[in-house]
């Protein structure tokens, strides 16, 4: 198999098949060894893998390590919305 000029492949029709997988599947390539492997996510995986990669990309400042605030403000937006009369 070899890559195209954009780095893609194309997934065999039994692994596809195996895999129950087609246009619009949400895949996954874990690596294992000196290879990886090519996983089918269901929802919640996908919800995993999400949230993973916005922790690994948020981790980049800083010493890497997000604070409760930190989190809170990236999901709710700043606390800075309070009238304290």
């Given amino acids: 198999m070899r890559l195209t000029e954009k ?4 997934v065999p029709k039994a692994v596809r098949e195996r895999l129950g997988i087609g246009p619009g599947s949400d895949v ?3 690596a294992e060894g000196d290879g990886v492997r090519l996983v089918k996510l269901d929802d919640a995986a996908r919800k995993r893998s999400a949230v ?6 948020a981790s980049g400042s800083g ?3 997000l ?6 403000d990236e999901t709710r937006g ?3 919305d309070l009238d304290l009369r």
Avoid at 52 to 57: F, K, P, V, Y
Avoid at 67 to 72: G, P, S
């Fill in 28 to 30: 996954d390539f874990v």
């Fill in 52 to 57: 993973e990669d916005w922790l690994r990309s």
């Fill in 63 to 65: 010493n890497g390590r």
């Fill in 78 to 80: 700043p606390f800075d």
């Fill in 7 to 10: 780095s893609q492949v194309t």
């Fill in 67 to 72: 604070t409760t605030e930190d989190i809170m």
